[in-house]
């Protein structure tokens, strides 16, 4: 995509999708979509300085760990833009006691995804986003059995 | 996103549609600013029965309309807000901040 404020409906729409098919929850299917959307607009205010036209590279898969002998599946989303460098020191959020505006996106992402990692490659901000299903309820037992 | 206004005893309600998000929350900024800076409006509604989604963008203008609305001795109400609204309010931990009702006929007798 475009580091175009118009295009994030679009990448909304098809990460809410993707996450449909891999059977998340409602809920979790709707803190994927304001993660990566917080994690997009936060490229195109900071990286790109909102500047629009600027490639971002958005890439989605399907995931498989195991854990403890069990196997666990999910949904990874990369993001990687040619910005300005990342500076760790301000991706902490904030203390959300301060009723202020601005500060909140990284604060959304951290509490909806199970990891949040940001690195730099190759001249490249990345950041890499993941959300695994939670395991299913154990099936309940027929009565008289 | 779309904004409509109607005007109700003096006051303004705002009906909002759509996502707010960072194409669209200047917009909803612009016009929440207008009606308590600049009209003096006593009471401010936010409509948000039909916003499906709204960033943190929009909670940081929300945040400013409050913030304005108390400098100026006036009020802000949300209602009608959507499970995905609601969501991202208890996220901020502004659920309490902010004056929220169920729906208008509630919003209108606060």
């Known amino acids: 995509m ?103 996106g990284l604060h959304f992402m951290r509490q909806s995804m199970d990891e949040v990692e940001f690195s730099r490659k190759k001249g490249k901000n990345q950041l890499r986003l993941v959300k695994y299903l939670a395991p299913a309820a154990p099936a309940t037992p027929p009565e008289g059995e | 996103m779309q904004i409509a206004a109607r005007a109700i005893k003096g006051w303004t309600i705002l009906d909002l549609s759509g996502d707010i998000d960072l194409s669209h929350s200047p917009a909803m900024r612009k016009a929440l600013l207008g009606e308590i800076k600049e009209k003096h409006t006593p009471k401010v509604f936010l409509n948000l029965k039909n916003v499906r989604y709204i960033d943190s963008s929009g909670i940081a203008s ?41 729906d208008e006929e509630q919003a209108l007798a606060s």
């Open chain 1, 2 to 104: 475009e580091s175009n404020p118009q295009a994030l409906g679009l990448v909304r729409a098809a990460i809410e999708r993707a996450t449909e098919v891999l059977h998340f929850h409602e809920e979790e299917s709707r803190a994927i979509v304001r993660s990566v959307d917080e994690a997009l607009a936060n490229v195109i205010r900071h990286a790109y300085r909102g500047k629009s036209g600027l490639p971002i590279e958005v890439t989605c898969r399907h995931l498989h760990r195991t854990q403890d002998g069990a196997c666990a599946s999910g949904i990874e989303i990369v993001l990687r833009d040619s910005g300005v460098r990342a500076d760790p020191a301000k991706m902490k959020g904030r203390s959300l006691e301060e009723v202020r505006p601005g500060g909140l």
């Open chain 2, 62 to 102: 929300l945040v400013e309309g409050l913030k304005a609305s108390r400098d100026q001795g006036s009020r802000l109400i949300l209602y009608g807000l959507s499970k995905s609204v609601r969501e991202v309010m208890q996220l901020s931990r502004l659920q309490k901040i902010f004056e929220i009702y169920e």
